[in-house]
């Protein structure tokens, strides 16, 4: 794997990845006060939760799961002293599919964090890795309004 970082301008720069994905990383605020994209280690942390997510997804789609969406939502701490190592990480998984399987969903996330995720098994060296998820079924009927009826009469248009 390779990658390509140029500096912009202060604290901008431009990340590109081997394949030829770019991305912009700064830390400088911008004339609105932002910043012109994420730090270095907030991109570690999405890449963390994408690792997982990717890994999640394919184990559920590989185990004929009807999984239809996975969000990983993470919060962390950062050591006070240089370098500014990940000390803890939390990891919630939000899984939506018909008749999903609590259980294979607990396995994936195991399996991802424990096996499979590159990114977590190393930032595993210095942060405590934990996690949480919710199965959201997409089979839930969906009850009409009060009052309404789908299938109320139409009255015969009256011929002339």
Known sequence: MKARIKWVEERTFVGESGSGHKVV???APGPE??????SPMELVLIGTGGCSAYDVVHILEKGREAVEDCVVELDSDRAETEPRVFTRIHMHFVVKGRALSSDKVKRAIDLSIEKYCSASAMLAKTATITHDFEVIDTTAKIEP????????????LSAP
């Open 25 to 27: 990383l700064g830390t």
């Open 33 to 38: 006060g932002g910043t012109p994209g994420p």
């Open 145 to 156: 309004a009060s009052g309404f009826s789908p299938r109320q009469p139409v009255s015969p």
